[in-house]
């Protein structure tokens, strides 16, 4: 059966002048996907927007509704780092639904993935470090609200920790979170997850690989009915907020690894991309696309 992919179908969020975040960086791996050949034009799917309701399964309506309507704290827009606009609004909006999008394809294919998302940093009532709404946490609850799953497991392996995660989904026994992530980076309260592993500064390729395979042996004993898989590439030597060392050929063997065990169980995979700042940008968009182009190769 074909893969299908999904993208938010808006501009690049619009930043001030030496804004850190690479907003552009998923335009460009739409561009490099396409490209390189990796899915077809009619492969990519524009994400459908997550209903309110749907948001509110993991968010304060409060919260929800202040980003909605643009009345959301400075102080709030402060944590996010990124300005309030239309554009981060339906942006937001469709890196959660196309997460939703991808993780009921990926039950029905066994694997699919999104140009975006892993916005772990979002927690109930707050958003922080980029995310605004909880892809992840706002699709397990719904997929295991509309009785789709019983139980997801989030294979969170972008070098920070998913707080957000943690703090929305901590308690929820239907729920297996394991983190690998740099242990004196961002974020610096780091609630527990379900199983957490921190890594050194400086941390190489078969370090970086040994601790994914320790979390990943994790969630296939959970036995989840999906794997949400933030496959972030801040790990890079090159990354400017990563602080490892991981090589680009680490990181795809990670990926190989993540996709095989889930295709050997028989456990649905759904991508989402995470965290990737590196400078040149170009390091990052390469990274990303060899993720989706193994995707292709264990699953296609």
Known sequence: MTQRIYFPDTPDLPLPPGHRFPAQKYRLL???VLDEAIFAADQLIAAPLARVEDLCRAHDPA???????????AELQRRIGL???????????ATVGGAIAAARTAL?????????????????AQGGGFCVFNDCAVTSLTLLDERAIARA????????????????????????????????NYPFIKPPSSLDIGLADGADDQVYLDACRAALDGVVAFRPDVVLYISGVDPLAQDRLGRLAVTHAGLTARDRMVFAACRRNGIPVVVLI????????????????NTFRALREVHG
């Open 30 to 32: 739409r561009l490099a």
């Open 63 to 73: 919260y929800v509704a202040a980003m909605l309507d643009g009345t959301v704290s």
């Open 83 to 93: 300005p309030w606009s239309d554009v981060l609004v339906m942006r937001s909006r």
């Open 108 to 124: 029905e294919t066994g694997a699919s993935g999104l140009l975006a998302g892993g916005t772990h940093h979002a927690h109930r």
């Open 153 to 184: 497991a989030i294979l969170d392996l972008d070098v920070h920790h998913g707080d957000g995660n943690a703090s929305i989904l901590g308690c929820d026994g239907r729920i297996f979170v394991a983190s690998v992530h740099g242990a004196r």
């Open 274 to 289: 995470g965290g990737g700042y590196a400078e040149p940008i170009s390091a990052t968009v390469e990274a990303y696309a």
